[in-house]
């Protein structure tokens, strides 16, 4: 069932003099890098299926600022907190989501100093609300008998304690979910966050994200399942490197679940 998207910015619910239910933050990753779009339209495919009125800023997003505060650049940070935090109240938005742990940990944990306080989920979070409160059904059995292995982001798992929410979500594929023998709160991070990302990885005998692929591998995974577009390209990555990309497929759980549900 192919449909045409349905996405509406704040600038246009105003205009009606009405707010949406939730606004979508789309992330750097989300609105630029071509493989993250596809989560985005996956997510988006979602929350159409739902029938949630939802909201992204469109050209009015920036980034969070929280690849400049890892990289230790705080005056910048702050300069693009304040202008996302002016734009968000001045929106009087309550209800944030996102497919991004980064922009997740950041707006939720480092915008209220800086006088933004919101309520946010990552996407994982709401469409496991979604399930549960039965406006999103999944009863596709497109990965029925297939292994999935699920990588813990660092910035949901560890930095946020959430462990459950995409496990919960994955297990509506009914697919075989089995996991790494690092996994949840010893779960070994992929390699890009801390603006890692966009650095060449220092001396050493194997990248990061090698090595964590191979924890995947052990598995014998059919799918490694992710949450955050930065894991998903790094696992893919390392896919790449195993020469395994004929056989495992790196996926977003939206992407996952909009495929089980033909969205």
Known sequence: MSQTLKVKTMAEFMAEGKQPEILFWVGSA???????????????????????????????????????????????????????IELLNGYNIKKIVTCDPHSYNCIKNEYPSLGGTYEVHHHTQYIKTLI????????????????????????????????????DVLQHTKADLVEMKRYKSTALCCGAGGAQMFKEPEKGDKDIN??????????????????????????????????????????????????????
């Open 30 to 84: 989300g609105s630029y890098d071509d493989r993250a779009k596809k989560i985005t339209k996956a997510f988006v495919k979602i929350l159409n299926a739902a029938d949630v009125d939802f909201a992204v800023l469109g050209q009015e997003e920036s980034s969070t600022g929280d690849i400049a505060k890892r990289a230790g650049n705080e005056f910048l940070f702050q300069m693009q907190a304040v202008m996302n």
């Open 132 to 167: 549960a409160s039965g406006r999103l059904k999944v009863t596709g059995d497109t990965y029925k008998g297939k292994r999935i292995t699920f990588h813990d982001p660092c910035y949901l798992g560890r930095a946020n304690n959430e462990y459950n929410a995409p496990r």
């Open 210 to 263: 090698i090595l964590r692929t191979e924890d995947a591998l052990e598995t014998k995974p059919n799918i490694i399942a992710t949450g955050c577009p930065y894991c998903n390209t790094m696992m893919t990555d390392g896919i790449k490197a195993k020469e395994k990309e004929a056989e495992i497929q790196v996926l977003d759980i939206a992407e996952l679940i909009a495929n089980t549900e033909n969205l």
